[in-house]
Every structure is written in C-alpha cells, then in structure tokens.
C-alpha cells in the first residue's frame, strides 16, 4: 500500500507570492490534517478535512486555506507569504476524523525569501 | 490556553541504557494522547492512550498515561543507537485538533 504523497518536496518562493500544497493520503483514508513544523514552535496543527469538509482548524491566519476533493486527495494554500512562513509543512491521513492513528508525508520544505 | 510540555528537552545516553520520556499536559476536553517517533523525515505514529493505568508495549518500547495527574511516559528499555530520534507527544481535544509538545531529542552514543 502506497503511503502519503506530498508535492513538491522542496519550494522556494518570495514574499508576498502565493504556494499550493498538495498531499495524496494513503488509499482508503478519508482524514487528512495540515501541520507546520518550524525549530521554534514545533509541530503546530493547520486544519483537518474529512469527505471535502473541514472539520477542525487550528490557530493560523486567513492566509492559511485548505480544501479537499471527492477522491480525499488535499491541497493547502497559502496566500501573500511572509518570511515566517518558512517552514516544513507534513500533511497525515487516518481511516477517520479525529486524532486517531495519523500516517505522515514525507513533508514539503518551503523557503519564503 | 492549551499546553502539552514534554521534558526533558533533550537527552544523551549510553546503548542499552533505559530511558524514561515525560509529557504533561494541561487541556480542556482531552480526548486521547499520541506518541510519535521523528527521525530525519517525517513522524511516524507509536502509540495512542485513551485510558489511564492501561499500559501500551511495543518491543523494547512502553508507554502509560495517567488522566488524574495529566501526564504520560514513555519508556525505551536496552537503548540502540537507532532509538536516536526526536519523540512528540500530541493530545487530541475535543474538535480533533491535535496539540504537539516541543519533543523531546534523544541520542543513544554507542
């Protein structure tokens, strides 16, 4: 069974642009959280989408979107970038809402210059 | 505001040392408490504690949790260098939303 595909792995972009994120979860799975993980706060939760729908979102600005398609696959927006926005951002999918077992992706590296 | 507060920060110790990793939380509507091992690459998931006094095991690995003291361990017996990883503790609230400690960064010296 294919595990959770992030793409890209590795972006670098400019303040002020705009990045898709886009995170395939392992067959099956209908869950699948966005997390942002930096040397200085850690792994901080985004937002959870289950069948299309955002079912729980973490303490992150409007710049910060998601969505989710019929066939579970997500994709993670982020608008206007700033620096800070600098960071690993992992996305893990389980067989159901709610913080039970998550598998990660591998992550995509993005660099705000 | 939601806390969960692993410690120590870091830790070095000798191949076939026992380690013993700590996670205390302060939550409201707590609903289950994740352990995860992190290498260079993604985390990837070791244990789930709903229920306090209920130990998890997992080879050479255990953890336990305690709901009346908010707090979890998680123990590593005869270390390996391969243990050497970052360990996140998560608890789950009401909502799902999961929150991270800062990890605790273990290194096994051979």
Known sequence: KAGVTQTPRYLIKTRGQQVTLSCSPISGHRSVSWYQQTPGQGLQFLFEYFSETQRNKGNFPGRFSGRQFSNSRSEMNVSTLELGDSALYLCASSLVVGGSEQFFGPGTRLTVL | ?110
């Open chain 2, 1 to 110: 505001e939601d806390k969960v507060v692993q410690s120590p920060l870091s830790l070095v110790v000798h191949e076939g040392d026992t380690v013993t990793l700590n996670c205390s939380y302060e939550v409201t509507n707590f609903r289950s408490l994740l352990w995860y091992k992190q290498e260079k690459k993604a985390p990837t998931f070791l244990f789930m504690l709903t229920s306090s006094g209920i130990e998890k095991k997992s080879g050479r690995l255990s953890s336990i949790l305690d709901k009346k003291e908010l707090f979890s361990i998680l123990n590593i017996t005869a270390t390996q260098t391969g243990d050497s990883a970052v360990y996140l503790c998560a608890v789950v609230i009401s909502g799902y939303a999961l929150n991270f400690g800062k990890g605790t960064s273990l290194l096994v010296t051979p």
